[in-house]
């Protein structure tokens, strides 16, 4: 029995597609490799292309540029920081930071991402200095965590838990030391595990939040 033409069309549209998504997979694994391998300064497109197996004309379809495609990567990184149970802002009353062990939990699941993410995060930050379209696409990375800290900084203000501090300033300032911090980690520069890493920034914030009161 002869398939409907329009079931025949159905499945030539799903084909399409999946061939579609895999290569746009080959493209960003490829980047990926030779990012790693050269750094993104040093990546040509055509060195990306190579990798990949793929035409030239191919290579366009799917990115405008080497910047373009970074920045799709950035995304992924977004979409996986998305998935954590405390990043979306409707869950914010549902946070507490009472123990440097809840902080802990955040600080890890962050870490984990850049880890993965460990060959863009460096370049994205790089890049951030450079293009204003990047550091907007930064603070969007950003701006999650910042609306946590900002927020249990302006709590822990009116409880009399901190005192002297400016919540959206602090929170900015922890938000670039971490930056500064996971550079370093990925990089090799500072040789420490997940496990230490994330308790020592965890230390650092937990004490900016809640201050010991003076005798």
């Not at 391998?37 to 405008?64: C, M, N, P």
């Not at 901190?162 to 300032?173: A, F, N, Q």
């Not at 971490?178 to 230490?196: A, Y």
Request: charge should be negative; charged fraction near 35%.
């Amino acid at each position: 029995m002869k398939a409907k033409p329009g079931h025949e069309n159905a499945r030539g549209v799903r084909f399409a597609q999946e061939r579609s998504a895999e290569t746009r997979k080959r493209i960003l694994e490829a980047a990926r490799e030779v990012f790693s391998e050269k750094g993104y300064e040093k990546t040509s497109v055509a060195e990306i292309i190579s990798r990949a197996g793929i035409g030239h004309g191919t290579f366009w379809l799917y990115f405008r540029n080497k910047e373009d495609l970074l920045r799709h990567m950035l995304r992924e990184m977004v979409s996986e920081l998305e998935s954590l149970d405390w990043y979306r802002e409707n869950h914010l009353d549902e946070i507490t930071v009472e123990t440097v062990q809840d902080l802990e939990g955040i600080i890890r699941g962050v870490m984990e991402v850049f880890r993965r993410y460990s060959h863009i995060h460096p370049l994205v930050i790089r890049a951030s200095v450079e293009s204003e379209e990047f550091r907007r696409d930064l603070d969007e990375l950003n701006l999650p965590f910042a609306r946590i800290l900002e927020a249990k900084l302006r709590e822990h203000l009116e409880r009399g838990l901190c005192r002297d501090l400016d919540p959206e300033i602090v929170s900015r300032i922890i938000l670039a030391m971490m930056e500064f911090t996971t550079v370093q980690w990925v990089n090799g520069s500072l040789d420490c595990d997940l496990e230490k890493l994330a308790h020592n920034l965890s230390v650092i914030i937990f004490h900016t939040l809640r201050q010991e009161k003076s005798e």
